[in-house]
């Protein structure tokens, strides 16, 4: 669609031109209506700063959807692990660098700033479109509001 503007970013994907550091966006305060922030934060050593970052560019009255993988006890993170097999045994992949708890995420977009409302999104579609698609019924999306 013509009136909307779209910057795709992803600091390795080689197919993907724009190559922004989340927590330094080249972008000025309330610029996007819309972030969509999909498993990149448990990529990312600052997570707090890249999370402050989302909430600076994101317009007054925007939406910032988010998805990390999580659970249900406390976040785990330890700097001091960077070989690539603990990682993977820690975090759940040789890139993480921390596996979220749900409870201690949400307080980390509310510390930055973002109303947070947690949608199953998948209980709504019907049980043909959850099939069809493929969709985790109890997948658990966080939609950040300024």
Partial sequence: ???????????????????????????GE??????ICYHVLEHV??????MQELFRV??????????????ENDTLEDASVTNPQERKKLFGQEDHVRYYGRRDFVSRLQQAGFKVEEIKYAKNLG??????????????IFRGEK
Avoid at 127 to 140: A, F, S
């Fill in 45 to 50: 050593e600052d997570d707090k700063k890249a």
């Fill in 127 to 140: 049980e043909e479109k959850i099939k069809l698609h493929q969709l985790d019924r109890e997948e658990i």
């Fill in 58 to 71: 994101l317009k007054t009255g925007g939406v910032a959807l988010l998805q990390v993988p999580f659970s």
């Fill in 1 to 27: 669609m013509k009136n909307i503007e779209y910057h795709p970013t992803d600091i390795f994907n080689p197919l993907i031109k724009n190559r922004f550091d989340i927590t330094q966006l080249p972008f």
């Fill in 30 to 35: 309330n610029y996007f209506d819309l972030i």
